[in-house]
């Protein structure tokens, strides 16, 4: 008896301790954040990978809705108001779903976060956005299914989705001009106005290149050791066709940079001198 219990105990603990074993999950679990405008982008999937398989026919099959990953649903959290297809999408989470097909891909964000691998479970009605992409040939092959935040302006990205050969570039934007607008006013109102800050989202705007410089000025002014400020200063000069003072300007940054042992400014420098 005292055999047998030891032999079941020993039996026992084999199989607890093969149920403990790990392995690595076929399609591996991804989660990406990425400041967007004023807010954050974040986006959930799992990777499947091509191994083998042929898009549209054994994967992600043309013209069947598709979970946009594999195993759990992707999702997609909005922390600040986003447009998509010409619709807004407010702070919140969203599942991400698509249909693929050869020539146009129909891109969905869903209130949905559940939809999996049973498309009965997907109600057309709870649907954000519905909009068709065109999809791209590139030429490298992805061989693990990937999505990434690419072509990121202030205000402006592509959420693209990456398969095979194939690329799905989704547009977003984001409508923050009037609110920055708003706050750099509120700033020269202010004791301390943000000159260096307001000059650079006019300049990376193309908005008023007279007033990016006169704010460069002030910065230069309430900063006269801060190179990087007046690499800035010289740079906007450059492009207003004052040829002489961006020189002066350049030579100045590039003998603070110097002095302060950064060597990505002097060379900055010695570039924009050399267009000058």
Known sequence: MKHI???????????????????????????VRQDFGLGTLEWSYSRPGLKGRTLYTD??????????????????????????????IGAGKYGLLTIPGRNSWTVIITKQTNVTADPTIYKEAEDVV???????????STETFTIQLAAITPASAELQLLW?????????????????????????????PAYFAAAN???????????????????????????????YYARALAKAGRTKEARSTAEKSKQLAAENHNPDYVKLNEQLLATL
């Open 164 to 192: 095979g050969n194939v690329m799905v570039p989704i547009p977003v934007k984001t409508d923050i001009d009037k609110r920055i607008m708003a706050s750099i006013n509120a700033s020269m109102q202010s004791a301390k």
């Open 59 to 88: 994967v992600a099959p043309a013209g069947k809705l598709w979970r946009t990953g594999a195993n759990s649903a992707t999702t997609l959290t909005v922390s600040d108001t986003i447009i998509i297809g010409g619709k807004t």
């Open 130 to 140: 519905r909009v068709p992409v065109k999809p791209v040939t590139v030429n490298t």
């Open 5 to 31: 219990l030891v032999t079941f105990f020993l039996a026992g603990a084999f199989l607890a301790s093969r149920s403990q074993v790990k392995v690595p999950a076929a399609s591996s679990a991804q989660t």
């Open 201 to 231: 989202y006019y300049y990376d705007n193309n908005k008023d290149l007279q007033q990016a410089i006169e704010w460069y000025r002030k910065a230069a002014t309430a900063q006269p050791d801060a190179y990087w400020v007046h690499y």
